[in-house]
């Protein structure tokens, strides 16, 4: 979806940012026929042939959710319990990779987002590579990698190489 909310209804916004437990609604649940015509990406909508809309949300943290939204096109058959069940069961089984995603790009549990190359030198940490083997895979001096090393260990708050394995492995 396009970087500006889905809707500007505030009770619908307020059922998307509940934390807890994966919702997924029905679009009736959330817009009547009235309202799903004037929504202000009608235009688009109408131009992608989208005739129904699956929704469903779950937080990760307390200032960040995870959505996942699924169209059907004019004239299919409409999304049904089942799959909004279906929905809710899938965005749930998500949580653990979007929440390493989230910790990766250091929005969560983290004290300062990690740069390009501190992500690069955590992807080669949680392979396993020692601080002298990423240095080689990266191009980098081993002293500088270490120095890269102890940033994304102050970001996240870890003070092991396990710390920060376990944290990942969640």
């Given at each position: 979806?396009?970087s500006?909310?889905?809707?500007s209804?505030p009770?619908?916004r307020g059922l998307?940012r509940?934390t807890g437990?994966?919702r997924?609604?029905l ?9 799903w015509?004037?929504?202000p990406?009608?235009?688009l ?6 005739g129904d ?10 200032h ?5 939204g699924?169209d059907?096109?004019r004239?299919d058959?409409?999304?049904d319990?089942?799959a ?5 069961i ?5 949580v653990?990779s979007?929440?390493n ?11 300062a987002?990690l740069?390009?190359r501190?992500l690069?030198v955590?992807?080669?940490?949680l392979?396993g ?8 895979e990266?191009?980098i001096?081993?002293?500088y990698?270490?120095?890269?090393v102890?940033r994304?260990y102050r970001k ?6 396990g710390e920060l394995?376990?944290?990942?492995s969640?």
């Amino acid at each position: 979806m396009a970087s500006e909310p889905w809707t500007s209804d505030p009770h619908v916004r307020g059922l998307m940012r509940r934390t807890g437990e994966p919702r997924a609604y029905l679009r009736h649940q959330l817009a009547d026929d009235d309202a799903w015509d004037r929504a202000p990406s009608r235009r688009l909508l109408d131009a992608l042939s989208v005739g129904d809309r699956l929704v469903a949300g779950v937080g990760l943290c307390r200032h960040l959710e995870l959505f996942v939204g699924l169209d059907r096109d004019r004239g299919d058959r409409p999304f049904d319990d089942q799959a909004r069940s279906i929905l809710a069961i899938a965005i749930a089984g998500l949580v653990p990779s979007a929440r390493n995603l989230a910790r990766a790009a250091g929005l969560i549990d983290a004290r300062a987002p990690l740069s390009a190359r501190e992500l690069a030198v955590l992807r080669h940490l949680l392979e396993g590579l020692s601080e002298k083997e990423l240095a080689a895979e990266l191009g980098i001096s081993h002293g500088y990698a270490h120095q890269v090393v102890v940033r994304i260990y102050r970001k996240l708050g870890a003070r092991s190489r396990g710390e920060l394995m376990a944290r990942f492995s969640a």
